[in-house]
């Protein structure tokens, strides 16, 4: 019997079934040793000693792994093929190591970038040792993020209260996201007008030329910047003749794109069907482990962490026999067509993403498919094809047009394209974030593609139809999407392909960005953070120093550099420049933030007077104050003057506290009530910012929901808020409304005397039918109850043995798996987007059979009663202190200290209660330092 590991249960259950009975496949569930959450855990003074820690889960499945490998002939370690996987393997094989359960057994790692029959038979036949200099990378990655969120997390809560964690690359993400948001902030509108004749030939084709110079000279887009310079030339151009001076006709080409890396995959789902990065990396991972089809489990695409763009050449030929059997011939290319990265090191997967049968055709699986991997596979699959196929072949018309006004001429200019053979058009067109109709390949090309000008010659004259002189303003760029700020990030080499979608997640988790219409907006915590680390840290927060890292350890992985070599220098640095911090006083830190942030907390005033003179005392001056719930402007004259403020919750939509019709501090006005004819004002609270609607004793009054900003608050949205409580949907069986509003504890839906929090991903002004139907519905049945059951989570499909529905959610101390009676917590090694049924059965029933459930953690039992955990007895403590203490390793080092020394026993329920809050920011900066 051979022994194989891999990642994923739904992977094990697929190769099985390829392998045969000669083979026993396990899986690992990921990683199952990781840095234990406390400082020490990798010791700068002992050369980067790591002390690595069995999870609980990790200790369970090396207990089977080991179990397994009793009276087998050999262990093969058959984790995913890139730097992660390599990890992966090897603390797998260390792990057993110290197990002493190997006793010489051989042991062969095999990788594969398909789960296909052929693919892993030809991996198997291919065996070799684990990468150490892969290895080395992982572990100068994981030293890097670790020692940035221990040692600068800190230094964060110190300085900043509110503030939650710093990342080595989450807070260059971060400030990408916060300086997009400055330039559009400070965009000055540039007025500036565009000149179009209607003209006809005389055969009576009609098309429309441009301004495009006078005099002699040229015109840019800008140079017509007033509205009396437009009248002039309209007047005449309205007077002028018109006559073709110059027609050009030139063939061009437009050639494919090559076949998806990961970043481009999340670029396009993001675009094309609406998917977040870490929703089209759960589905792809669905794709790549395997789906059933018509009986046999079948992986459907390669990996799908790549920064690679070739493909295997079995598979370009395949690919080739696909276009000439669905499209002919003509859409064939003479040659195959070889593509190359341009990634500085694309040392992962090195194949691009794509099918694993180029003739396994969409419309052919999709019945086998949920509605979202079908889709997925589908964009995957025309990509692939497309980059083979023949290039589109178009032709470009240029017509040049004199105007003359007696002795004067204006020059006009026409363009227009036709698509003369539409080659890989036929099947795939690239979608953009910010369509620039004067891009080139952008959709204003593609908006050209049937605009074709008639038929004219040098010398021909025109007749005038119609002169139009409009109006523009230049428009600041846009912001980020999430598709967008992958691909910038891609172009500055920060992160690589596993990581983006995990960046992404975590500064939406900790409330330092928030999506919102498919746009990224920082928050005012995000953007204090980010003015703190560049005040104080610019160096760590510079796109070419953090890109610089991310090549280094690049470096590693290609056995050309040290990994401590590069942990020296960087923490030399590092640690000397987070020690400057200690002697840094509030104050300092204070000032240096108001400079900052200045035009965004204090905006300039429609009067011109100091924006930052209080106007309820008149003396005082505003400033940033770091209070314990976060960030707020309050008065210098402080207790004089109590006045307080949000931080942009005044100056949104560019008016200064103190703007309001009636003068008050902190009231922007927003509108008018259509019905009512009532003032609709946006104002600051003592518990946050709200609307209000009219004046008097008793107004009605909405707070802004958590997550939505004052600054896109218009009036259209600030009625539906004051529209609160509302009806969304009548109960399916008491036929009574389901009303949805907003509560002392957050946005909520009601059926009678039931009430069901929303999920942070709900919109209280958008949320249907359907959606609050299932949360009310959830808490009558008990699936909902408890702490937990605000949440409806991501239905993962039915327990075979009890037939219980079991659900993925987000719980108050982090995601979790439920089958309504059992709650087992995911380890964080495992992303709750990318679980799968198999996986959250077996955790499940671990729970259960640790004797976890609703009533583990002091809920109520089912006479009513809380029940209290039961108290250990101090022999018991002192063995469960020698068994966590046992599952701690250390790598070698004669400097470090051994993991069950430094462990501590666990504190007894009467632990005092500062300690804490330090026990679980430390346990956030573990989980924060991750990229």
């Given amino acids: 019997m051979k022994v194989v590991v891999v990642e994923s249960p739904a992977k094990a259950k697929t190769i099985n079934k390829y392998l045969g009975r000669d083979y026993e496949v396990l899986a690992s569930f990921g990683h199952i040793r990781d840095l234990p959450p406390k400082d020490g855990s990798v010791n700068p003074d002992a050369d980067f000693a790591m002390i690595w820690e069995l999870e609980d889960r990790g200790a369970k499945r090396m207990s089977d792994i080991a179990k397994a490998l009793k009276g087998a002939e050999k262990l093969i370690l058959a984790t995913d093929p890139d730097r992660e996987g390599e990890a992966i393997s090897w603390h797998v094989l260390e792990a057993l190591r ?43 990655r994981r030293a890097l993020d670790y020692l940035v969120g221990f040692t600068l997390s800190p230094v964060l809560w110190r300085k900043l209260p509110g503030a939650k964690s710093a990342g080595r690359v989450q807070s260059v993400a971060l ?479 560019g008016e200064g506290e103190g703007s309001g019709a009636d003068g008050q501090p902190g009231v922007r006005v927003l509108g008018n009530d259509p019905e009512t004819a009532q003032p609709v004002t946006l104002r600051d609270g003592r518990f946050g910012p709200f609307v209000q609607l009219g004046e008097g004793e008793k107004p009605k009054r909405s707070s802004l929901p958590k997550g939505m900003s004052p600054s896109s608050v218009d009036l259209e949205r600030a009625l539906k808020l004051l529209a609160l409580p509302k009806p969304v949907a009548k109960h399916p069986e008491s036929g009574e409304p389901i009303l949805v509003g907003i509560g002392r504890f957050g946005p909520y839906v009601q059926h009678g005397k039931t009430y069901a929090n929303l999920g942070k991903d709900d919109d209280v002004l958008e949320v249907g039918a359907n959606r609050a139907i299932d949360l009310i519905v959830a808490k009558e049945s008990g699936a909902g109850g408890g702490r937990r059951g605000g949440d409806a989570g991501r239905a993962l499909g039915a327990d075979p043995e009890s037939g219980k529905t079991i659900s993925v959610k987000a719980g108050k101390y982090g995601p979790y798996v439920t089958d309504g009676t059992t709650h087992a917590t995911l380890p964080k090694t495992i992303d709750p987007e990318a679980l799968a049924l198999d996986e959250a059965i077996i955790l499940i029933r671990q729970k259960r059979e640790a004797g976890g459930g609703k009533t583990a953690r002091g809920r109520k039992s089912a006479g009513g009663a809380k029940r209290a955990a039961p108290a250990k007895s101090a022999a018991a403590k002192s063995a469960a202190a020698k068994s966590a203490g046992a599952k701690a390793t250390a790598t070698k080092s004669a400097g470090a200290k051994t993991a069950t020394a430094k462990r501590a026993a666990p504190k007894k329920a009467a632990a005092k209660k500062p300690a804490a809050p330090k026990k679980a920011s430390a346990k956030k900066a573990a989980s924060d330092a991750a990229e």
Wanted: aromatic fraction near 8%.
């Fill in 98 to 140: 110290e197990k002493r359960v190997l006793k010489g057994m051989p042991v062969e790692r095999v990788t594969f970038n398909a789960i296909t029959k052929d693919a892993i038979h030809s991996a198997m036949a291919q065996p070799r040792e684990i990468d150490q200099a892969l290895v080395d990378a992982y572990l100068a």
């Fill in 175 to 653: 400030r990408l996201v916060c300086d997009r948001e400055r330039e559009i902030e400070s965009f000055v509108p540039r007025e500036y007008w565009s000149l179009v004749a209607t003209l006809a030939t005389r055969e009576g084709g009609v098309f429309e030329a441009r301004l495009v110079g006078a005099d002699g000279k040229k015109i840019n887009r800008l140079d017509i910047g007033n509205g009396e310079d437009a009248e002039r030339f309209k007047r005449d151009l309205e007077v002028a003749t018109f006559q073709v001076s110059n027609v050009e006709s030139k063939p061009a080409k437009r050639h494919p794109y090559p076949p998806f890396t990961t970043s481009t995959l999340q670029q396009e789902a993001s675009r094309k069907l609406g998917l977040a990065p870490a929703q089209t990396m759960r589905i792809a991972q669905r794709l790549y482990e395997g789906v059933e089809l018509g009986g046999e489990t079948v992986g459907l695409i390669t990996y799908m962490r790549t920064d690679g763009v070739d493909m295997a050449p079995e598979a370009v030929q395949a690919a080739r026999r696909v276009i000439g059997r669905e499209y002919g011939d003509r859409y064939l290319p003479g040659v195959p067509r070889k593509y190359t990265t341009k990634a500085k090191n694309a040392q992962e997967a090195h194949e691009a993403v794509r099918p694993t049968d180029m003739g396994r055709l969409p419309q052919n699986v999709a019945r086998y498919l949920e509605p979202e991997q079908a889709r997925l596979y589908e964009l995957i699959w025309k990509r692939t094809i497309a980059s083979q196929m023949e290039s589109a072949e178009l032709e470009r018309t240029t017509a040049d047009i004199a105007a003359k006004v007696g002795p004067r001429r204006l020059d006009l200019r026409a363009t227009g394209q036709v698509i003369k053979f539409d080659g890989f058009l036929t099947l795939y067109r690239e979608d953009r974030d910010d369509p620039d109709p004067t891009a080139k390949g952008g959709d204003g090309e593609d908006d050209e593609d049937n605009r074709r000008l008639p038929a004219m010659r040098a010398g021909d004259p025109l007749e005038r139809r119609r002169i139009a002189s409009t109006q523009h303003f230049t428009e600041p760029p846009p912001r980020f999407s999430e598709a967008s700020l992958v691909k910038r990030m891609e172009e500055l080499g920060i992160g690589r392909p596993s990581t983006y979608a995990s960046i992404l997640q975590v500064l939406r988790d900790r409330e330092y960005v928030r999506l919102d219409k498919r746009k990224l907006y920082p928050e005012d915590k995000g953007r204090i953070v980010v003015a703190f680390l560049e005040s104080f840290f610019r160096r760590y927060v510079e796109y070419d120093f953090t890109a610089d890292l991310e090549e280094q350890l690049d470096r590693v992985s290609n056995h050309e550099i040290d990994w401590k070599a590069v942990l020296r220098a960087f923490w030399d640095d590092f640690s000397a420049a987070v020690g400057g911090t200690k002697e840094l006083r509030t104050g300092d830190v204070i000032e240096a933030l108001n400079e900052y942030l200045g035009p965004h907390i204090f905006p300039p005033r429609p009067d011109g007077s100091n924006p930052r003179t209080c106007q309820t005392c008149g003396t005082g001056t505003l400033s940033l104050k770091l209070g314990k719930y976060g960030a707020f402007i309050g008065c210098s004259n402080y207790p004089e003057c109590r006045f307080t403020r949000q931080l942009a919750a005044a100056g949104a939509g």
